[in-house]
């Protein structure tokens, strides 16, 4: 089908609108704040918010062009950005949120057996159950692949033994995608990738309470934690291939429209800072930084529709997720700074009745954001990933 548009693109932008106009609750359309609550980790819709999930559950289309058969939408490219197009407009939301969405249901349909795809994407499809990501160790971050979370063979069954660390949304979690030593002889050709059921005696979490007030990361220690046999994705000592491929999904979406969505600053600033004589906002520096920052975003995201395109059908992990990911987190920290000057005192309460929601949210975001360069791979290691693998320069700490 052409992207271009045609007759059978233009009768489904019609199917979908008049869906989403029999579907999308009226209570939800002038609830600006319900998406936001959608993507909170501990959050459980209720009301006409838990309608909206059952009847996007039902339709398949919180997981668009996931394949029909594990009940999801079944959609081309084309039309699941129409399908977005006209969300947007209705101002819905996809209720689907989550790693089983963005990072492990797309590697799982990639990577693993019928039998795996048939248990675990349903549920995802649905909405049904929460996943989170082992990766991470007190002694593995950038390098990760010096784990050392171990996965002994236990006749029937994996036996896991470690700890994982800044572990998001594990204290809500049904199940993990975890990564674990099967073989201590060699370092990435002994890594395996499982699948853990959180809901187990073996499995602890503990919430780490961040500078931004909230807990999303958690401590996780596995004790004599149970993997069943047919929940290795993968063969044997092959997980780490897997585990890039799943970095790309995550990077993809660390450098979409997490960072760089949200309201206009400029429209913001005309709130707090005034305008000229000619409507525009009064500081013309202010204004041409803003202005600056709106265009880069536009930019990135066109970019990142654009590299999602040329990947399509490509099964290797791609250099490209690194680019985006930099520029997005770039993009997004100077926004949330430039939310904060706009707002000036008024962007730097804690609490108290002298500052309003948003008020308080900018500058939860401000200091949160921070990680962003940080975790799914710090910024550096993407510039080490970008010169070595797009530019082809030499790696520095080998001898001239």
């Known amino acids: 089908m052409a992207d271009f548009g045609g007759a059978e693109l233009d009768a489904f932008r019609a199917e979908a609108r008049d869906w989403l106009e029999a579907n999308f609750p009226a209570s939800l359309r002038a609830d600006p704040e319900a998406a936001t609550r959608a993507m909170t980790g501990g959050f459980k819709p209720t009301g006409d918010a838990l309608t909206w999930k059952q009847r996007m559950a039902e339709k398949g289309w919180g997981c668009p062009t996931w394949p029909k058969q594990y009940g999801a939408g079944g959609l081309s490219a084309q039309e699941a950005r129409v399908l977005q197009q006209e969300m947007d407009a209705a101002g819905a939301y996809n209720p689907m949120v989550g790693m089983g969405l963005s990072m492990f249901g797309p590697t799982l349909l990639e990577h693993g057996t019928e039998d795996q795809k048939q248990r675990h994407i349903p549920p995802i499809v649905r909405g049904e159950l929460r996943w989170c990501q082992g990766y991470s160790e007190p002694g593995a971050g950038s390098d990760l692949a010096s784990l050392q979370t171990k996965c002994e063979d236990a006749g029937d069954h994996w036996k896991v033994n470690g700890q994982k660390i800044w572990t998001s949304g594990a204290q809500w979690a049904d199940w993990c995608f975890c990564l674990v030593r099967t073989d201590t002889s060699k370092k990435h050709e002994g890594i395996s990738f499982v699948l853990i059921d959180m809901h187990q005696p073996g499995v602890e979490t503990r919430p780490i309470r961040l500078i931004a007030g909230s807990s999303p990361f958690c401590e996780t220690f596995f004790t004599d934690a149970r993997v069943e046999k047919n929940d290795m994705v993968g063969p044997l000592n092959g997980g780490w291939t897997i585990g890039k491929r799943l970095l790309q999904h995550e990077r993809s979406g660390q450098g979409g429209g997490r960072m760089t969505g949200g309201a206009k600053v400029s429209e913001i600033a005309k709130r707090y800072v005034g305008l000229d004589e000619k409507g525009r906002i009064a500081d013309p520096d202010l204004r041409m930084r803003i202005a600056r920052n709106e265009m880069d975003a536009r930019a990135h995201a066109l970019t990142v529709a654009r590299a999602a395109a040329e990947a399509k059908g490509n099964v290797n992990p791609s250099a490209t997720t690194s680019v985006m990911k930099n520029s997005g987190t770039w993009i997004g920290q100077t926004r949330a700074e ?49 010169s070595k693998r797009i530019l082809g320069l030499p790696d520095t700490t080998q001898s001239s």
């Open 338 to 386: 430039l939310l904060l000057e706009v707002m000036g005192h008024q962007g730097l309460g804690w609490d108290g009745e002298a500052f309003g929601k948003d008020e308080l949210e900018a500058v939860r975001g401000w200091l949160s954001g921070k990680a962003w360069t940080i975790f799914g791979g710090s910024q550096e290691v993407q510039s080490n990933i970008v």
